[in-house]
């Protein structure tokens, strides 16, 4: 017995923030969110890209299903540090991921990060990922109970997510025997921090139509607030028949050579008419900032990554006996070699002009790395200019750097960018917390100098 998804999503930027950095895609065989880290300039970017990255997985026919969604993730994780290479603005963006891809009767799950999955399966309902959370190992630990997680300072402080680390991401994966009439739902933590389980739980259990269960699970979060973005997936494991109602997506016009040459070259809107075209061969839905990247090209880094890397592919397959380019680059060098002693005088007044002003612009700038083995704020770039260095040590923290999971410490080691000062010194108290885990508990009753005199003197360290 074939089976397929029947699916519904909403996404909502809320009612504070300024930007959606959630993505989301549901299709006939995946369903994939990710919530961008917020605070950063890049969430929304991390999240378009994350999911984008992923659409071509939604087929009946998956090759190594088992693998796929681990290692597209993987690769999205890369991808990531691509971006932040072409524009250091993007450094310390972040993403959440919680993804199923249906292969056969078996679902396969990848997932990092505090987005959520709930499944209702022969009338029981419950949370199938975990939470990768500071609160989440409390609880885990037996250092607080559930109910204290819920309304804990630092519920947000996440310990896993994809980010511009070189670091391989550890996701959790898992397998599930699907059956038809399961309802699952994905949901970015917008909705869990707005609405209580229980609420939510009664929503899916006595909304049949999941297109009213996505919208009445939205209203109720925008009517208790909503402080952050808010984004749900649902869908139902079907028979694979015409889903009733059903209709075929609105196919875009199919590009041709001459538009995937262009768009191997990084033009933006060849890029993002090709993902339109990809992403149209199949019912599905797009939310959040994924469709705006698609459908307005206000995220273009995100299209032309994504348009220039499926370009390139198509054309290395497009065969030369139909009389089309296989390298779109390929043009006699004799007609270039002329360019080349304009380019370089133009190069050399061009760094000449731009020097001295580039360098004043590099000592506004602040960012987060590491001195001495101690989490630092730097005023500067972290870049090199011959033997200068175009940045210096403005603060030390108390907060080593072996305090640190591995995530953020390749984050600190990489350098995170700040917008001013104030904004580096956010980052430290974000770190201290998550150096602060490690810190020994104290025991009851001892006196404070005894407490002074065994604890590190980054455990001792006030948050602000």
């Known amino acids: 017995m074939a089976l397929k998804l029947k699916f519904a999503a909403k996404s909502d930027v809320g009612r504070v923030r ?18 961008g880290m917020g605070g950063h300039v890049g969430g929304d970017v991390a999240s378009a890209s994350t999911v984008l990255d992923l659409v071509h997985l939604d087929h009946d026919e998956t090759a190594d299903p088992q693998n796929a969604l681990p290692d597209e993730i993987q690769a999205a994780n890369l991808v990531l540090n691509e971006l932040v290479g072409a524009n250091p603005k993007l450094s ?9 891809l249906l292969s056969g009767d078996t679902l396969h799950m990848a997932h990092i990060g505090d987005s959520r999955a709930y499944r209702l399966k022969h009338g029981v309902f419950e949370q199938i990922s975990k939470d990768h959370t500071f609160v989440q190992r409390l609880v885990d630990e037996g250092r607080i109970k559930p109910a204290e997680a819920e309304v804990h300072p630092h519920k947000n402080v996440l310990l896993r997510v994809l980010g511009d680390s070189d670091a391989s ?10 059956e038809p009439g399961e309802r699952w739902m994905l949901c970015s933590d917008g909705l869990t921090d707005a609405v209580p389980v229980p609420v939510i739980e009664q929503i899916i259990r006595s909304t049949p139509d999941m297109d009213e269960a996505v ?3 939205v209203a109720i979060t925008l009517k208790n607030g909503a402080p952050d973005n808010v984004t749900v997936v649902m869908f139902e494991v079907v028979q694979d028949s015409v889903i009733e109602g059903e209709e ?7 590009p041709d050579t ?18 339109r075209h990809e992403i149209s061969q199949r019912p599905h839905l797009l939310v959040g900032a994924a469709q705006l990247a698609t459908q307005t090209g206000q995220i273009p880094v995100v299209t032309q990554h994504t348009g220039e890397r499926r370009a390139a592919a198509l054309l290395t397959h497009r065969s030369p006996a139909a009389g089309e380019v296989l390298d779109p680059l390929d043009t006699p060098t004799q007609q270039r070699r002329w360019l080349m002693p304009i380019l370089l005088t ?6 000449i002009a731009l020097g001295v002003w580039g360098y004043m612009w590099t000592q506004t700038q602040y960012f987060v790395g590491t001195v001495d083995g101690k989490v630092a704020i730097y005023k500067g770039v972290p870049q090199e200019l011959g033997p200068i260095s175009l940045s210096e040590v403005a603060t030390v923290s108390k907060v080593p750097l072996e305090a640190l999971p591995e995530y953020s410490r390749h984050r600190v080691e990489s350098t995170i960018s700040a917008e001013n000062q104030q904004h580096a010194q956010m980052i430290i108290q974000e770190l201290l917390v998550t150096a602060k885990q490690n810190c020994p508990v104290t025991v009851p009753g001892a006196t404070d100098s005894d407490a002074s005199t065994n604890l590190p003197a980054y455990c001792q360290e006030i948050m602000q």
Do not use: H
């Not at 300024?18 to 919530?35: P, Q, R």
């Not at 991401?169 to 699907?178: G, I, N, R, S, T």
């Not at 075929?248 to 199919?254: D, G, I, R, Y």
């Not at 001459?258 to 993902?275: K, N, P, W």
């Open 92 to 100: 310390g963006m972040g993403t959440t991921v919680t993804s199923l």
């Open 258 to 275: 001459g538009q995937l040459t262009i768009a191997a070259e990084g033009d933006v809107e060849a890029s993002a008419s090709l993902l």
């Open 18 to 35: 300024k930007k959606n950095d959630d993505s989301a895609y549901a299709g006939a065989y995946l369903a994939v969110l990710a919530d």
């Open 346 to 351: 133009f190069t050399a007044f061009l760094v």
């Open 169 to 178: 991401p550890e996701l959790d994966v898992d397998q599930f025997q699907a």
């Open 215 to 217: 919208n009445d699970l």
């Open 248 to 254: 075929p997506a609105e196919q875009e016009p199919a």
